[in-house]
Structures are given as C-alpha cells and as structure tokens.
C-alpha cells in the first residue's frame, strides 16, 4: 500500500465530509481479496474513492477487476481523479447512478460485494447483487453497529438466510462479514 499512501493520507483529511471507511476497515478489506485470491468485486457507494483505492490496490495483487457505483456526479469524478492519481484507474470501472438500476446491469459473478451506501438499502443491494455472487464469496456491510437502526431488515435477511453464514465484527463502526454457501 505504500504507494498509494500519498493519495490515502491526503483523503484521511476529508474522511469525515465523504464519511469514509477507517484506514483498519480498509485493510480487513484489502485482506480479504487477497484472502480469497478475488478476481471480480462490486462496491456499492464510492464517495470520493478512499475505499475503492484499498479495492482496487488489493485486486491489483490478484489480477482482479473493481465495478464500483457512485450516485453523485461530482463524487464520482473525484473518485476517479484520485484512481487516476493512485494509477489504478485502468481496473476500476466507475458507473454512475442508482445502484438499485446498476446492479441489476452487472453481467459479472463478484467474489466480494462492498456495501457502504444508502443503509435502509442494504438488502434490497444485496438481494439484487446475491444471484451473482459466487458461492463461497463474500458480502461486506459497513457501519452496521453505528447506523444498525437504519438497517433493521438488512440484518435479520443475513442471520436468517440460510445461504449466508454472517457475524458481527466491531471494527470501527462495524461490519458484518457473510459468506455465501454453495447450497
């Protein structure tokens, strides 16, 4: 990550105006697309890309390709100056628009799904996303201890879903890591 540091360190200045993740959630990240050796992802929310730079370094290392969806213009077009900057553009594709019309575009079997966008629509991104997630693949929910009473039905759809293994870990304001089985 060393050469995307200038870039990382430079956007920690802004985290709380684009509501970024935390540098540690960006390593849990990076750490389990090299885990799992992830070839495609999906990140939903791209804000000004502090994350899709972990995504997308990570994936660097994998051969892997990053499809991130933005509903903000102007956020967007930050974000893919700053992948610009951090020469990792060429794998990261950019969409603009409502990811609950984008992700049902998405032709790609994802090994790992990032969500860090709207919270009351964390299930219906992840019911839209599942069909093309891979068995054994990962879903990522962020700020799911500090935002958890926005997400009511997103929580109990992944506890109680008996494809998705899914548990609580408190890292900064929390995520909840599910696995995908293969039934």
Known sequence: MEQYEPVLKRLEKTAKQYTNIAPENGQFLSIL???IQARNVLEVGTSNGYS???LAAALKKTGGRLITLE???TRAAEAKAHLQEAGLDSIVEVRIGNALDEIPKCDTTFDLVFLDAEKGEYRRYLELALPNIRPRGLIVADDTVT???EMPDYVEFVFN???LH???IPLDDGVI???KTEL
């Open 33 to 35: 697309i090299q885990s």
């Open 52 to 54: 899709t730079i972990y």
């Open 71 to 73: 509903f903000d213009p």
């Open 147 to 149: 935002m958890r009473d």
């Open 161 to 163: 879903t008996p494809t």
């Open 166 to 168: 899914s548990v609580d």
């Open 177 to 179: 890591l599910s696995y």
